[in-house]
C-alpha cells in the first residue's frame, strides 16, 4: 500500500472486548489440547459474543505462540480454518517471548489506526504441556547425511552411525541460550540486586489470588471467560492464599545464595491457555452497536543487556526492560504514573514486579499505590501461558476500565524473555 493510499489521519483504536479460556497448570486438564484447539476456543467464544461469524466480519486475525510445533508455523491462519471465524478472514503468526500477546494486540491497532482495516482480533495460545520435541541433534545430522546421500550405500553408512543415545529427544529448556540461565534464576539474581525480600513477595502473590477470586466471585469474568474442557475458572486460583501460608513453601530459585527468597508460590507456574481481544475503529464499532471499553492510546518496546550490561546492580536483569520501555512511553505522552487509575504488571514473579516498581521510583516517576495495581489479580494466581498473557491483560485492564464509568487511563507492562518488555495505555474517554 503506498503512502497515498493510506488514512489522513491516525484513528482512535478502540477495544471492544475479549474472550479466553481458563488457564490451567500444565499436564492438568489440557494435557493434550493443542495451541490450535485452545485458540480456536478462545477464539469461536469471540465471535459468538460479538456476532462475528459473517463474511467480512473481521479485517483480519494476528496471533502467535512461543513454544511452537513445527505443524503451528500457520497457526494463526489454520485456526481461522478450524474456527467460526470466516475463512476468508487473513490472518499471520507474531512472536516476541511473553510480550506476544501484547505485540499482536499493537500490530493489529496499527494497522486499525491506519486505515487499512476497521476492525481485528488479537491474540495468543501457549501450552506447557504438549511442548514440541526435537529430534536429538546429532540424530538430525545423521539423518540429514542420509538424505543427502546419492546412492543407497552412502545412505547406510549414514544410518549406520545412529547410536542409542541419539535416540533421546531435545527437550524445550526453560533457560536462555545466552546465559544458560533459568528465567526464575535471572529473577533471583534481580531480586537480591534490588533487596526484595521474601515478605514482600509473598504479600504479593497472595493478594493476587485474593484479588482474582473476589473478581471471579462478583461475575467479573462471565463474559471474558469460556469454559473449556471442563474448567470455568483459572485452575492455579487459590481463593484461600495467604502470607502465611506461602511463608511455608520452600524456595526454588536462587539456592545457591544464602537466604533465598523466590518459591513456586510467589513465581508463575508451568501454564497452558490461550485468550484474544477484539479491535476496531470507532465507525465501525458504533456501526455494530457495540460500546468500546477502552482505547488503546500509546504503547512502547524496549530491550536491556542481561548478558553483558549491568545485571548484578539490577540494571540491566533479565525482565527489567519495562523500567525503560514505561518512562519513554510515558515522556512521550505526557503523563506520569499519577495520572494512571490503574496498573496491571504482569506478574512472572512477584520480585519481578516489586522490582520493576522500585525502578520506576528510582527513575523519578513516583510510587504505585497498591490499590490500583492488578486490582482484578493478574499472572501469579492466573497462571500465565507466555502468548496469551498480553491479550488476557488487554480485555481485563478495558473492561476495569469501562467498569468505572468515568474518564481513567490504564497502564500495561509486561515483561519478556531476552531481555524485552512491552508496554501501553489504555484510556476510557
Known sequence: MSPQQLSPSVRRVAIVGGARIPFARSDGPYATASNQQMLTAALDGLVERYGLDGPGAVGEFVAGAVLKHSRDFNLARETVLGSTLHPRTPAYDIQQACGTGLQAVIAAANKIALGQTDSAIAGGSDTASDAPLGVND????????????????????????????HLVPDIPRNAEPRTGLSMGEHAAVTARAWGIGRAAQDELAATSHQRLAAAYERGFFQDLVVPFRGLARDQNLRPGSTVDKLAALKPVFGLDHPEPTMT????????????????ASEDWARARGLEPLAYLTAYETAAVDFVGGDVAGGEDGLLMAPAYAVPRMLERAGLGL??????????????????????????????????RLNVAGSSLATGH????????????LAKLLAERDAPARGLISICAAGGQGVTAVLERA
Do not use: C, Y
Open 138 to 165: 546429532s540424530l538430525r545430522r545423521v539423518l540429514l547425511e542420509a538424505r543427502r546421500a546419492k546412492t543407497l550405500g552412502g545412505r547406510m553408512k549414514a544410518l549406520a552411525k545412529v547410536r542409542p543415545g
Open 264 to 279: 513456586a508460590g510467589n513465581s508463575t507456574p508451568l501454564t497452558d491457555g490461550a485468550a484474544t481481544v477484539l479491535l
Open 338 to 371: 499519577d495520572d494512571f487509575e490503574l496498573v496491571e504488571i504482569h506478574e512472572a514473579f512477584a520480585s519481578q514486579v516489586l522490582a520493576t516498581l522500585a525502578a520506576w521510583e528510582k527513575r523519578g516517576l513516583g510510587t504505585v499505590d497498591r490499590a
Open 385 to 396: 501461558p507466555f502468548a496469551a498473557t498480553g491479550a488476557r491483560i488487554v480485555a481485563t
